[in-house]
């Protein structure tokens, strides 16, 4: 994943992410259109479920779509600098959107004269890097070691959601991936900056696909659980009849009548609420499961 991502010639030019439609504001993108425009635009066709899983829970996705919104579906909202194939309509065309989505995966975009991304940026994986001070800084004439040093990108962006980042980590249980989409980032370097250090990410604010970050077990609002099961939770319920069913789960997130998890022909309830800050009990965490599960299934058929 990390390899097809940080390769250049991977990304979509502008001619491919031009075959796609535009949708304007308020129009419900088809789910099969999503999942197809993801890999155009440059997704890998593995990490498709997630995709859908994420938009899910980014914009108001419903059976038959998710709705065309301002800075696209996956909700590009920090600053980027564009995406190399020069894509004009990051909101209304799924494909370019993608082209935006991966410059939060990689922080080491290359355009046609190599450039790296600016110091501030927040991305998944990629090149993180860690200056070298006066002994490496360029104008120094009698310097001793390059400009910087390449960091594991395991360092910066961890596997687990910190324990600041919604839940106190539930006791470091949370994955902090949905398949390439990360929870909490990292800051990266530029690496001709000699006193950049690329560092985690440290703040609610800022989060890539946050989620989860405003759960209410947390105090910090009103989302249904903490990340990443809120995106599944959301998933499940934008495949459901609108009444609160999908297949034989009950699974609604917002307004009167919220759970998700409960079988009810089974008699099974909705998912108990994890305790902020200690790891699920392993009730709770076989009905948290249960959702996952049925997200990615529902998910992975949609992008055959």
């Known amino acids: 994943m990390t390899a097809f991502y940080n390769d250049s010639t991977t990304r979509a030019n502008a001619s491919s992410i031009a075959t796609c439609k535009p949708y304007e504001g308020g129009k419900y993108i088809p789910w099969r259109t999503i999942a197809a425009d993801w890999e155009i635009g440059g997704g890998r066709k593995e990490d498709c479920a997630a995709a859908l899983i994420i938009a899910s829970g980014e914009t108001s996705c419903l059976e038959n779509g998710c709705a065309s919104v301002q800075a696209g579906i996956w909700q590009v909202t920090s600053p980027d600098l564009p995406g190399p194939s020069g894509c004009p309509d990051g909101s209304t065309n799924p494909c370019c959107t993608v082209d935006y989505v991966r410059n939060h995966f990689n922080t080491d975009v290359h355009y046609p004269k190599p450039r790296k991304i600016a110091s501030g940026n927040i991305g998944c994986m990629g090149s993180f890097r860690d200056g070298n001070g006066w002994s490496g800084d360029p104008r120094n ?67 890539n696909w946050g989620g989860g970050s405003e759960w209410s077990g947390a105090g910090a609002g009103a989302q249904i659980f903490p990340f990443p099961y809120y995106y599944y939770a959301r998933f499940v319920e934008s495949q459901g009849d609108g009444k609160g069913m999908t297949g034989p789960m009950h699974c609604k997130t917002t307004g009167m009548g919220v759970g998700c998890g409960a079988i009810p022909s089974e008699k099974i309830p909705d998912c108990a609420q994890p305790s902020n800050g200690k790891a699920p009990t392993a009730a709770v965490q076989q009905c948290l499961n249960r959702i996952t599960d049925l997200a990615i299934q529902l998910a992975t058929k949609l992008c055959a």
């Open 141 to 207: 004439k009698q310097r001793t070691k390059p400009a910087s040093r390449p960091l594991k990108a395991s360092g910066i962006v961890g596997p687990i959601v910190p324990k600041d980042h919604s839940g106190a980590g539930l006791g470091g249980t949370q994955s902090n991936w949905v398949g390439p989409f990360c929870h909490q980032g990292g800051f990266s370097c530029d690496d001709q900056d000699p006193y950049c250090h690329s560092k985690p990410q440290k703040s609610l604010s800022g989060d």
